[in-house]
């Protein structure tokens, strides 16, 4: 066997992180201080109740991210070590991208920047945008790619925001429409620009064993138990906060129990699909957000969790491969069906409760409605009052539309630049292993003679 080569390219990608850290620290130095809290005693001891409200919340939504996604990005047998790495590593580099933009763009006054608590949590939710959107091309791109596409769709995530949350006004508390339907078509996007119109056959190392469904399983639980905090943590504390923690578990109760039932129905022999149980438990959280906070009976959020579930696994059983067929559309992790379909149904489920909503209702959450997902003001419940419940009903669905037509546009952009030829691009045979990232033990994992040779061509195109 001949021997690989030099591994020194590959380095390129830490380099990179280690510049990016360094120039990152020269600008916490120079720019960037905590928020004074001030000297009276009364005021020190409403900050203290504050962060004491969130804080546990902040831990929930770390822990659903960190380890809860991660696992559920472990269901690839062979890529368990690089999704949950891959995904830590995105997550603290988007995390911080979007620190310096958001501070730049909306905290910046003379020459400092102040961070607080709620700052850390909206660039930790212009993250999540980016784990959610590289689920469409999991396994298939190398850490070079993710990066590029974590430092093109966080200023991205930003603008959309800006315009839909701020210029149009829409309710969106909990991301249905503003993280999870952005993300989806931003990362459908960047999967169809970069693999292009050829199909492409099932990899060999593409099917999940038992073991790597259960860690995913696993996975799925854990999201699922935090996921009201990821609802409700923007929310003003008080009854809307209350509110959209019920709307949200009953949300997802219905989900998991519908999930079961339309799974088992359309199987031929009965049984559950893993796959289905994955996505489906999670998908009345994706649809809730829009509406988690608004005043409706809880039978509402067990219908629209309910609903949610079966577009979920329909969409696995039909419309994914549809889509693979017709379209040669690459969705490795389904984040269509689990953010993109129970997304579209949430944003309309919002236009309804808008509709219905009398305006006593509607006036009752003017005070209760927090900024949803950052620099937004309570201007939105407002513009229902001043233009009626149609034109805020009209507002929520080009929301819907500039989500899905901005982000879908912008991710082939991102997926455009993905193939140029300085970014490093896997063959297809070294696609869904570990061993190309990490020293594994197992030697039967690892690429034999071919395996390597092409392993040390694909480091020696690796750059930043």
């Known amino acids: 066997m001949a021997a690989p080569p030099p591994a020194r390219p590959r380095r390129l990608v830490p380099l990179f992180l280690g510049l990016f850290q360094g120039a990152l620290l020269l600008f916490f130095a120079l720019f960037v201080t905590y928020d004074k809290v001030s000297a009276q005693a009364e005021d020190a001891n409403l900050v203290a109740n504050q962060l004491y409200g969130i804080f546990p919340l902040f831990q929930d939504i770390q822990v659903m991210l960190v380890v809860g996604l991660g696992l559920l990005l472990?269901?690839?047998?062979?890529?368990?070590?690089?999704?949950?790495?891959?995904?830590?590593?995105?997550?603290?580099?988007?995390?911080?991208?979007?620190?310096?933009?958001?501070?730049?763009?909306?905290?910046?006054?003379?020459?400092?920047?102040?961070?607080?608590?709620?700052?850390?949590?909206?660039?930790?939710?212009?993250?999540?945008?980016?784990?959610?959107?590289?689920?469409?091309?999991?396994?298939?791109?190398?850490?070079?790619?993710?990066?590029?596409?974590?430092?093109?769709?966080?200023?991205?995530?930003?603008?959309?925001?800006?315009?839909?949350?701020?210029?149009?006004?829409?309710?969106?508390?909990?991301?249905?429409?503003?993280?999870?339907?952005?993300?989806?078509?931003?990362?459908?996007?960047v999967s169809k620009a970069l693999f292009g119109a050829v199909r492409r056959p099932a990899h060999p190392k593409e099917t999940p064993t038992p073991r790597s469904d259960l860690l995913s399983v696993v996975g799925t639980l854990i999201l699922w138990v935090f996921w009201p905090s990821f609802v409700a943590v923007l929310c003003e504390p008080g009854d809307a906060q209350h509110r959209a923690i019920l709307n949200t578990f009953l949300a997802m109760s219905a989900s998991a129990m519908t999930t079961v039932v339309a799974s088992s129905l359309l199987e031929s022999d009965g049984k559950l699909s893993p796959g289905h149980l994955q996505n489906g438990s999670l998908a009345g959280g994706v649809a809730i957000g829009a509406v988690a906070n608004m005043a409706m009976p809880p039978v509402a959020a067990l219908a629209l969790g309910s609903l949610s579930a079966v577009a979920c696994v329909?969409?696995?059983?039909?419309?994914?491969?549809?889509?693979?067929?017709?379209?040669?559309?690459?969705?490795?992790?389904?984040?269509?069906?689990?953010?993109?379909?129970?997304?579209?149904?949430?944003?309309?489920?919002?236009?309804?409760?808008?509709?219905?909503?009398?305006?006593?209702?509607?006036?009752?959450?003017?005070?209760?409605?927090?900024?949803?997902?950052?620099?937004?003001?309570?201007?939105?419940?407002?513009?229902?009052?001043?233009?009626?419940?149609?034109?805020?009903?009209?507002?929520?669905?080009?929301?819907?539309?500039?989500?899905?037509?901005?982000?879908?546009?912008?991710?082939?952009?991102?997926?455009?630049?993905?193939?140029?030829?300085?970014?490093?691009?896997?063959?297809?045979?070294?696609?869904?292993?570990?061993?190309?990232?990490?020293?594994?033990?197992d030697d039967a994992e690892s690429p034999g003679p071919d395996g390597a040779a092409e392993e040390g061509a694909l480091a020696l195109k690796e750059q930043v």
């Open 314 to 441: 329909l969409g696995f059983r039909f419309l994914t491969p549809l889509l693979a067929r017709k379209f040669a559309l690459q969705d490795q992790c389904g984040i269509h069906n689990l953010h993109g379909l129970p997304g579209i149904l949430g944003a309309v489920a919002s236009v309804v409760a808008v509709l219905v909503a009398s305006e006593d209702t509607s006036g009752s959450h003017s005070s209760q409605v927090s900024p949803a997902r950052g620099n937004a003001t309570e201007a939105a419940w407002g513009q229902q009052g001043d233009h009626g419940a149609g034109g805020q009903a009209l507002c929520q669905a080009a929301g819907l539309a500039v989500a899905i037509g901005g982000s879908l546009l912008a991710g082939l952009l991102t997926g455009a630049v993905l193939r140029l030829p300085c970014l490093a691009r896997l063959p297809e045979r070294l696609c869904f292993d570990d061993s190309l990232y990490f020293k594994i033990q």
């Open 74 to 189: 472990t269901f690839l047998p062979h890529y368990g070590f690089s999704a949950l790495t891959h995904n830590f590593l995105l997550l603290n580099f988007s995390t911080q991208w979007a620190l310096v933009l958001q501070g730049l763009l909306h905290h910046f006054h003379r020459s400092e920047i102040h961070l607080d608590l709620h700052n850390l949590l909206t660039a930790e939710f212009a993250a999540v945008t980016v784990l959610i959107s590289v689920g469409a091309v999991l396994g298939r791109t190398s850490p070079c790619q993710l990066l590029v596409v974590a430092i093109c769709e966080v200023p991205i995530y930003f603008a959309s925001e800006w315009v839909i949350i701020t210029h149009l006004g829409v309710l969106d508390v909990g991301g249905t429409i503003t993280i999870h339907v952005f993300s989806c078509y931003f990362g459908l996007g």
